[in-house]
Structure formats: structure tokens, C-alpha cells
């Protein structure tokens, strides 16, 4: 069935619906004080579609008008210890390909700017972020944050690197935007650009199941990346995957504009894509039959299951459990997160220290790439518990 909406990358009117999630939390990362709260929050429609041209996914049912950033969002990925050294190797890579030495950065959707801080650390750098969730003192040594969206208005000085991190899969015109972000750089500047986001291909095929939340509306591969910066005027460098395939990167600048390098690295073929999405909705509902059956057998005996990591994937996946999912018990490091509700299902969320006293049989840890991390700090409190990333 061709859709009839057109890619929001590349333009092609050949997009296909994949798959239908009906009423789910519109925001996985906010978490509400009590659990009536949490149970009424708004929810929409999930309705994936792929291009049969780029392999781009997106979701046909996305509302803007339903999703507002507002306070309350805590996506902070930050409290990881595994998360942080790869930002700052991610930070590292960048100061070693683009001398930044007296030079300016920006970075669209800074959050808290811990990266931009850490990107910023050459002799002379300065930076400017933009992020309208921005709380906190501005860190001064040359740095400034705006907490404003980004193209607000006019950048005024040249600027020697543009970056964002997990920002653009939230933007319902990912090309307009990308324009925007063009025009915003002044005369005279010729910035390199760097944008990462989830990685559509990780989604598909390595088991992201969890990843289609509402608050994404674009799921990007290194194919559709590319078309989408391409249509926009950017020369396209490079896209590679990082942080164990989850995450796609992509380089660009505007020295020729619309192209594309042939290099790109590796891209994968949209019918791989195309196959992977049409076999999505079978793979899913497997896989809950199959936790659902673990957590009755669990229930039934009395124990509870660790629900590990209270983010995008967590929240996804105890609503797409339904009552099944009544026995997992929401857990994360983020000490901001703890004693509210998840979203639909109004779990609360507690501490790890709190683990040791609720009769744990099994551990899901909800991203795989944490799991060693996590199993050691299970094993630490005492609990013998199977630790399984999901
Ligand atoms: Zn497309």
C-alpha cells in the first residue's frame, strides 16, 4: 500500500506503512509526579511508513501539535559512565579532524552543554549553545548558552563547526530544517557540520525494537541521512555508525553544495530496509508473547522484574506489555527520575539501592550496550538475579 504522504528525506511519494502502534505515551521521557498522572498522559498514534526510495522511516500519524518540549523533559543520558567516555571520545574525534584551536562552535539542542563543554576544550575555542531546556548558570571560558531554539535569530559571527546530537529524528521537516540551519550561518563562515541521531538500521535489524517512540518522527539511515542534507544544499562527507551501531553520524559543509561523496561509507540497501520493516510488527509481537510469559511465571511466584533503564525503550516497551508488564518494576541511576511515574503505565520509579528488598528474579536492562555496566552494579547490591539485555 503506497502512502500518501511523501518521504520526508528524499521527496519520493513511494512510502509504505510497516506498522501500527495505537495510543502510546506521546513523551517517554517525561515522567509524572503520581501514577493517576501518568496513567491519563497524552497519548497518539504510532503509524510507521518507509520510503521504498531512501529507506527512510518515519511516522505517518505524527501530530506536532501533541508534542510540546516542555519542562519536565529529562532525556539526560549523561548519569551512564559508558554513555559519558563515549562522548567524550566522540568530543576527542572531533577536535582531532577539525583544528579548533581559536575557534567557534555551535551546537543545536545542547541540553545542559556537557558536550559542548567538552568539544569547546582546545586553547581559544568558544561556543554557543542553543536549547530552550536550558536551566542552569552559563559555564562562562567562552561559552555561552541561549536557552532558545536554535535559528531564533541570526547567528552574527562566523562559526568553525555546527553540531547536534539525537535532535533532528524529533523535527517534523528535517529538510526545511536543515535550510534553516544554512541560512543561519553567516557570509564568510564555511563550518564543517555534524549531526548524530539513532540509527534506523540498528532498529530494524539488531533487535532496537523498542526505539519507535512518538516523539520521533524520523528514523535515519545512512542513505536517507544523506539525502536529506543533500536536498537541503549541503555536500555530504561521510555517515558512520557509532556507540555499537546504535547511533549513525553524519559530516557535511557547504563548499559543494548538494552533493553527495561517493565514499559515504557503509549505507545499506533500501530493500534490506524495506524487508527488515515488513517483518518489524511478526518480530514484536514475538517478542512480548515471549516476555509476557516470563513475567506470569515470575508473578506467579512472587517475584518482581527489573525493569532497567527508565527511557525511551523502557517506557515503549512496559506499555506495549500491558498488564503483563505489571509486575516490572522501573529502575534508573538518574536520581531526577526517581519517585515519579512512568507514562500510560504509572509505574513508579525507584533506585537501584532500592532493588535489594523488592524480591528481583530477573533483570531486563532495557539497552544491551549497558549490561556488563549493570549486572556489575546488581551483583554489588547482593542480587542473584538473571541479568538480560533486551
Ligand atoms: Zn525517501
Redesign the pocket.
Known amino acids: 500500500m503506497s502512502g500518501d504522504r511523501v ?6 511519494s ?2 509504505e506503512r510497516f506498522l501500527h502502534l495505537p495510543e502510546v505515551p506521546v513523551f517517554c521521557n517525561v515522567l509524572l509526579p503520581t501514577a493517576e498522572e501518568a496513567v491519563v498522559a497524552p497519548r497518539g498514534d504510532l503509524d510507521l511508513g518507509i ?1 521504498r ?4 522511516v518515519f511516522n505517518l500519524a505524527y501530530d506536532p501539535e501533541l508534542v510540546r518540549y516542555a519542562e519536565g523533559y529529562e532525556n539526560s543520558l549523561h548519569h551512564s559512565p559508558r554513555f559519558q567516555s563515549y562522548a567524550e571520545e566522540l568530543a576527542a574525534e572531533l577536535r582531532d579532524r577539525h583544528d579548533l584551536t581559536d575557534s567557534h562552535v555551535v551546537e543545536i539542542a545542547c541540553g545542559q552543554g556537557d558536550f559542548l563543554k567538552l568539544v569547546c576544550s582546545e586553547p581559544g575555542c568558544t561556543g554557543t549553545g542553543f536549547d530552550p531546556s536550558f536551566r542552569g548558570e552559563n559555564p562562562g571560558k567562552g561559552i555561552t548558552i541561549e536557552p532558545e531554539y536554535f535559528g531564533a535569530r541570526p547567528l552574527g559571527r562566523t562559526v568553525d563547526l555546527i553540531c547536534c546530537r539525537h535532535a533532528l529524528e524529533h523535527i517534523d521537516e528535517p529538510v526545511e530544517f536543515m535550510e534553516m540551519v544554512k541560512k543561519a550561518i553567516p557570509a564568510g563562515s564555511s563550518p564543517a557540520v555534524f549531526f548524530e541521531m539513532p540509527n534506523s538500521l540498528y532498529s530494524l535489524r539488531d533487535g532496537g525494537v523498542w526505539d519507535f517512540i512518538y516523539e520521533h518522527v524520523s528514523y535515519f539511515c545512512g542513505r ?1 541521512l544523506s ?1 536529506c542534507f543533500s536536498r537541503a544544499g549541503y555536500s555530504v562527507r561521510r555517515t558512520w555508525e557509532t556507540f555499537a551501531g546504535q547511533f549513525l553520524c553524519i559530516e557535511a559543509d557547504l563548499e559543494d553544495a548538494g552533493s553527495i561523496a561517493p565514499d559515504l561509507g557503509p549505507v545499506p540497501e533500501t530493500a534490506e530496509l524495506v524487508g527488515l520493516a515488513a517483518g518489524l510488527g511478526e518480530q514484536m509481537a514475538g517478542l512480548l508473547d515471549q516476555w509476557r510469559g516470563r513475567f506470569a511465571e515470575i508473578a506467579a511466584a512472587g517475584g518482581k522484574v527489573a525493569v532497567w533503564g527508565v527511557g525511551s525503550k523502557g517506557v515503549t516497551f512496559l506499555n506495549l506489555m500491558g498488564d503483563a508488564g505489571a509486575v516490572g518494576v522501573p529502575v534508573d541511576i538518574n536520581p531526577q527520575k526517581h519517585g515519579l511515574h512512568v507514562p500510560g503505565t504509572g509505574q513508579r520509579v525507584v533506585a537501584p539501592e532500592n532493588l535489594p528488598d523488592l524480591g528481583i528474579r530477573l533483570v531486563l536492562v532495557m539497552n544491551p550496550v549497558y549490561t556488563a555496566e549493570i549486572e556489575g552494579m546488581v551483583r554489588a547490591r547482593g542480587i542473584d538475579a538473571e541479568v538480560v539485555g533486551v
Do not use: I, K, M, N
Not at 7 to 12: R, T, V
Not at 53 to 56: A, D, E, F, I
Open positions: 518521504c520526508l528525506a528524499c521527496g519520493s513511494e512510502v520510503c526510495s531512501c529507506g527512510h536517507s539525502a
